[in-house]
C-alpha cells in the first residue's frame, strides 16, 4: 500500500520561498517516478516537477523551470519540491504522486496512480 504525505505548505508573499515535503510509504526508490502537481483554484491539475527516484533525472515544465527544484533523500523515502520566487498564480493546492512509468516528461496526471492528500500554498502580491 502505497502512502503520500506531503508538508510544507504556507502563506508566504511574492519573491519567497517554500520547501515542500513528501513522506512516501509503499514507493520503491529504486524505480519509481514520482512528481509534484499543482492545482489552482478553479482549474485542472497541472505537474510542475517530475523525477526517476532510480536516475535522479527531473524535468520541468518552462512555468517553473530555475525556479523550482525537485529532489529526493531515499534514507528518509521523502520528496522534496524547493519552490523560489513564489508568485501569486503558484497559488494552491500542491500534490505529491507516484507512479512507474508513462509519458516521457511525466507532466500527465494519468501518468500517475498513487496520490497525496495535498498541501496549500498562498502567495500574496
Known amino acids: 500500500l502505497v502512502q503520500l504525505v506531503e508538508s510544507g505548505g504556507g502563506s508566504v508573499q511574492a519573491g519567497g520561498s517554500l520547501r515542500l515535503s513528501c513522506v512516501a510509504s509503499?514507493?520503491?526508490?529504486?524505480?519509481?517516478?514520482m512528481a509534484w502537481f499543482h492545482q489552482a483554484p478553479g482549474k485542472e491539475r497541472e505537474g510542475v516537477a517530475t523525477?526517476?527516484?532510480?536516475?535522479?533525472?527531473?524535468y520541468y515544465p518552462d512555468s517553473v523551470k530555475g525556479r523550482f527544484s525537485i529532489s529526493q533523500d531515499n534514507a528518509k523515502t521523502t520528496l522534496y519540491l524547493q519552490m523560489n520566487a513564489l508568485q501569486p498564480e503558484d497559488t494552491g493546492m500542491y500534490y505529491c504522486?507516484?507512479?512507474?512509468?508513462?509519458?516521457?516528461?511525466?507532466?500527465?496526471?494519468?501518468?500517475?496512480?498513487?496520490w497525496g492528500q495535498g498541501t496549500q500554498v498562498t502567495v500574496s502580491s
Open positions: 523525477i526517476w527516484t532510480g536516475s535522479g533525472t527531473t
Open positions: 509503499g514507493v520503491d526508490f529504486d524505480r519509481s517516478r
Open positions: 504522486a507516484a507512479g512507474v512509468g508513462g509519458s516521457w516528461h511525466g507532466l500527465f496526471t494519468r501518468d500517475y496512480m498513487d
